[in-house]
């Protein structure tokens, strides 16, 4: 079996990736000889102790990372400015402090300028998960075959940089560089904005009157029913999500909105020519998706 990569592994959050993760270094090996898992909540803290999935909890932040070699900030991105401050002063020399979150500008803009000198910062986000959330929602396969973005600031230890690329490799990953900014450019087209568009199709759905709306629910076609497995996900999660890739969203909303106008035009004028060329892109897409296996 593998060396550990790192001796203790502290966990702030063990939601959906921070249990994944932790179920990972339970069962793979390789990844950490020890972890430590926080949350907000003792009920949380008292799942994961009944799940067995970690070998410590604390309910302070301060006190589950001392003593870590690497520390994942595995919460909502909102939260990341008051935990960096509440564990910058105990993080170990030498520690590679990272994270999981989808919008990567906000955690270098929240967390950057609190990590103390010898701390290495190395911001990630695995492209991997479900609509299920909760340490019951977690499983070791979770990462395998799906991307693994890194973005770390310009000037970041070589070495801590690659230790991290190998922790999510032996996590099943496929590992990436990308620069912060272009990397909330592209998870606002392929991640954020489809959120929004399913969450605004759930409210519609539901703002109908009440015949209707029990109609749309009870005959529900797949379409829809995808739109509610998006929909379904976190909340706090995705509010924070919205509100730290804002610009990034905003402007592919607003290139979608044009979109839309222009497919209603051509549905309202019967350019059928248009709305074939829409409909075979997106095929397209789709098959581009299933050859690089990531359907």
Not at 258 to 276: F, K, L, N
């Amino acid at each position: 079996m593998a060396e550990p990569l790192f001796r203790r592994l502290a966990l702030l959050g063990v939601g959906l990736i921070g249990s994944s993760v932790a179920r990972a270094a339970r069962e793979r090996g390789g990844l950490a000889g020890e972890v430590v898992a926080n949350a907000r909540s003792e009920a949380t803290l008292a799942r994961v102790r009944d799940l067995g999935i970690a070998d410590r909890t604390e309910i302070d932040p301060a006190r589950a990372v001392e003593g870590a070699d690497c520390v994942m900030l595995c919460a909502p991105v909102g939260s990341y400015a008051q935990l960096a401050e509440a564990i910058a002063p105990h993080l170990a020399p030498g520690c590679i402090l990272t994270d999981v979150g989808s919008t990567k500008q906000s955690v270098i803009r929240d967390v950057g300028p609190l990590v103390p000198e010898g701390v290495h910062f190395v911001p990630g986000h695995p492209l991997a998960g479900t609509e299920y959330s909760g340490p019951d929602a977690g499983f070791a396969s979770l990462f395998e075959g799906r991307w693994c973005l890194l973005t770390p600031p310009p000037g970041t230890d070589a070495e801590a940089v690659e230790r991290m690329a190998e922790f999510w490799r032996r996590c099943g990953s496929m590992v990436s560089g990308m620069e912060p900014a272009h990397h909330d450019r592209v998870l606002a087209i392929v991640s954020h904005l489809p959120h929004l568009i399913a969450f605004t199709i759930c409210g519609t759905a539901d703002d109908l009157e009440g015949e209707t709306r029990q109609e749309v629910l009870q005959f529900a076609a797949s379409g829809f029913r995808d739109f509610t497995r998006i929909a379904a996900s976190d909340p706090a999660m995705w509010r924070d999500i919205f509100l730290n890739n804002r610009e990034a969203l905003l402007e592919m909303l607003a290139r979608f909105t044009e979109d839309a106008q222009a497919m209603a035009r051509a549905v309202r004028w019967g350019d059928t020519e248009y709305i074939e060329d829409r409909i075979l892109r997106g095929r397209k897409i789709r098959q581009s998706l299933i050859e690089l296996k990531q359907a």
